[in-house]
């Protein structure tokens, strides 16, 4: 199917575990962004691609890392997992453009107990 | 720093116009976003303005002043089904990352 998909849609894990979140778009979009969502923090960047091979840290960086070997795809690991890091992971995807969109994935939430 | 203000909650009845605002501070500008989020769901794209002036979709319109460092969504004609979340968002380059603002909780009643 088209479109920009995220798996898993729901995640438990326990602290200190690796844990990678799946992100794919069928668009061929250049820029691709992981965003994480908290109660009363709004949006927040992690990392963004502007194209294969090329990330780039966002706000919200420490105990995350990124790969883009593909263009459709852009998984976000979380090498030891924190229950700092329990929230609501978004991925999105852009063509750039006149109009700056982004499309966003319907997201994961993941709990680190 | 870089900051964007909007109001936590707005509500309104069916039918009424509402103004969600929206001030900036950033170091850089390219142009300022709108997006909706329904409880449980992914965020929207609904205008976008990179000149001053007012940016018209449907019932939704879209302001900006950019020597103010200020903006702001109208929605007319309000519905049940605009109670969603709405969040302002400043990109700094095209195509780069977004910043956005902590999001307004828009209820709307009948």
């Known amino acids: 199917d088209a479109g920009i998909t995220q798996s898993p849609r729901y995640k438990i894990t326990e602290t200190g575990r690796q844990v990678t979140l799946m992100c794919h778009q069928t668009?061929?979009?250049?820029?691709m962004f992981w965003y994480r969502q908290d109660l009363g923090h709004g949006l927040r960047l992690i990392y963004y691609s502007a194209a294969a091979d090329i990330t780039d840290k966002g706000e919200v960086p420490d105990g995350y890392v990124v790969s883009r070997s593909k263009t459709e795809n852009f998984p976000l690991t979380l090498e030891s997992a924190t229950r700092s890091q329990t929230s609501v992971y978004f991925c999105a995807s852009s063509a750039g453009g006149r109009y700056n969109e982004q499309f966003f994935g319907p997201g994961t939430r993941l709990t680190v107990l | 720093g870089q900051s964007l203000e909007q109001p936590s909650e707005v509500t309104a009845v069916e039918g009424a116009i509402v103004q969600i605002n929206c001030t900036y501070q950033t170091s850089g500008f390219y142009g300022l976003s709108w997006y909706q989020q329904h409880d449980g769901g992914a965020p929207t794209f609904l205008s976008y303005?990179?000149?001053?002036g007012l940016e018209e979709t449907g019932r939704f319109s879209s302001f900006l002043s950019r020597s103010d460092s200020y903006g702001y969504l109208l929605l007319q004609e309000l519905q049940m089904k605009d109670s969603a979340s709405y969040f302002c968002?400043?990109?700094?380059?095209?195509?780069?990352?977004?910043?956005f603002g902590k999001g307004t909780t828009l209820s709307v009643s009948s």
């Open positions: 968002a400043v990109s700094k380059q095209a195509g780069t990352a977004l910043i």
């Open positions: 668009w061929s979009h250049s820029y």
């Open positions: 303005n990179a000149l001053d």
